[in-house]
C-alpha cells in the first residue's frame, strides 16, 4: 500500500471515530485517534518540520472555518467542547488530520479550479455525513446551510492544496 493510501484510509478512521463520539457527546475517542494518527504520519514524513506545518495549517484553517460556521449559524455541533462559540477540539481534531491528506488530493486536483470545485460538492457532503451520524445539526433553510458550506469548502480547500505545494517546493533540493 502506498502511503497516500494509508493516509486516506487513516484519515476516513479518524473521522468516523470524531464523529460517532460527538453523535455520543465524548470528544476524547476522535481527539486520541487523531493524535496516534498525526504521530504516525509525523514518523513517516520525510520532511518532519513541513508535515507538521501542513498539518497546523489544517487545523488553525480548520479552527477559523468551523468557528465562522457556528457564528453564523450554519452549523451546531454535538459534543462542543471546550466551547458552544468555536469550532470544538474534535473537529479542529479531525481538521489536523485532514492535513495528512493533502499531498495526494494535490495531486488529483491542484490547487486551482479543480480543487474549489472539489471542496465546493465534497464539502456539504461530509457535513451532510457527519449530520446523519449525530454529529452536528445543520441549520435551516438546507439551501444556504449548502450554499455556506459550499463556499467556505470552495475557498479552504484550493488554500491548504497551495499550501502543500507550496511546502512541497520548499522540501525539494535547489
Known amino acids: 500500500?502506498?502511503?497516500a493510501f494509508v493516509n486516506l484510509i487513516g484519515f476516513q478512521a479518524v473521522w468516523f471515530v470524531c464523529a460517532l463520539g460527538a453523535a455520543r457527546?465524548?470528544?476524547?475517542p476522535g481527539l486520541l485517534l487523531a493524535a496516534v494518527?498525526?504521530?504516525l504520519h509525523?514518523?513517516?514524513a520525510t520532511e518532519t518540520n513541513l508535515?507538521?506545518?501542513t498539518l497546523l495549517g489544517s487545523a488553525l484553517?480548520?479552527?477559523a472555518v468551523e468557528s465562522a460556521l457556528i457564528d453564523f449559524g450554519v452549523v451546531h455541533y454535538a459534543a462542543p467542547w471546550p466551547s458552544d462559540n468555536f469550532a470544538p477540539a474534535w473537529i479542529v481534531a479531525l481538521w489536523l488530520a485532514f492535513g495528512a491528506t493533502?499531498?495526494?488530493m494535490r495531486a488529483l486536483f491542484g490547487s486551482g479550479l479543480k480543487a474549489a470545485i472539489a471542496g465546493?460538492?465534497?464539502g456539504p457532503v461530509a457535513y451532510e455525513a457527519g449530520e446523519s451520524l449525530g454529529a452536528m445539526n445543520l441549520q435551516s433553510p438546507a439551501w444556504r446551510t449548502v450554499l455556506v458550506l459550499s463556499l467556505a469548502w470552495a475557498g479552504a480547500l484550493p488554500v491548504l492544496l497551495a499550501l502543500q505545494g507550496a511546502l512541497d517546493a520548499r522540501a525539494r533540493p535547489a
Open 51 to 53: 508535515a507538521a506545518l
Open 25 to 28: 457527546g465524548l470528544s476524547w
Open 37 to 39: 494518527f498525526v504521530a
Open 61 to 63: 484553517t480548520g479552527l
Open 1 to 3: 500500500m502506498t502511503r
Open 42 to 44: 509525523l514518523a513517516m
Open 120 to 122: 465546493a460538492v465534497f
Open 102 to 104: 493533502l499531498a495526494p
